[in-house]
């Protein structure tokens, strides 16, 4: 079974920052790009973030862009998402996620998310 497990969220300041972590079993963590997604309160989930199966290519949404960082421990099964500069609207429920099925990521297994509030 697949488990994906967020932690690292939290109440931050504006341009403060976060490392968000994502423990994963239940699947061949290596053989998967991941993602990061995320949903503000009263608005759909959107894609943050993606890293491919090893780690050397990175995508970002351009609402994260040179703030955000992707990363990832293959030998730990672990992904991570480094948050700098946070901004109001960065407010929301972070979750991890892996393709599943023929769907997009609104529809692949995601863990209880995280969640991060920036606020002063």
């Known amino acids: 079974e697949v488990q994906l497990v967020e932690s690292g969220g939290g109440l931050v300041q504006p341009g403060g920052s976060l490392r968000l972590s994502c423990a994963t079993s239940?699947?061949?963590?290596?053989?998967?790009?991941m993602y990061w997604v995320r949903q503000a309160p009263g608005k759909e989930l959107e894609w943050v973030s993606t890293?491919?199966?090893?780690?050397?290519?990175?995508y970002y949404a351009d609402s994260v862009k040179g703030r955000f960082t992707i990363s990832r421990d293959n030998a730990k099964n672990m992904l991570y998402l480094q948050l700098n500069s946070l901004k109001s609207e960065d407010t929301a429920m972070y979750y991890c996620?892996?393709?599943?099925?023929?769907?997009?990521?609104?529809?692949?297994?995601r863990g209880q998310g995280t969640q991060v509030t920036v606020s002063s």
């Open positions: 996620t892996k393709p599943e099925g023929t769907g997009g990521y609104r529809d692949w297994p």
């Open positions: 239940g699947f061949t963590f290596s053989s998967y790009t």
């Open positions: 890293i491919n199966n090893g780690g050397i290519s990175t």
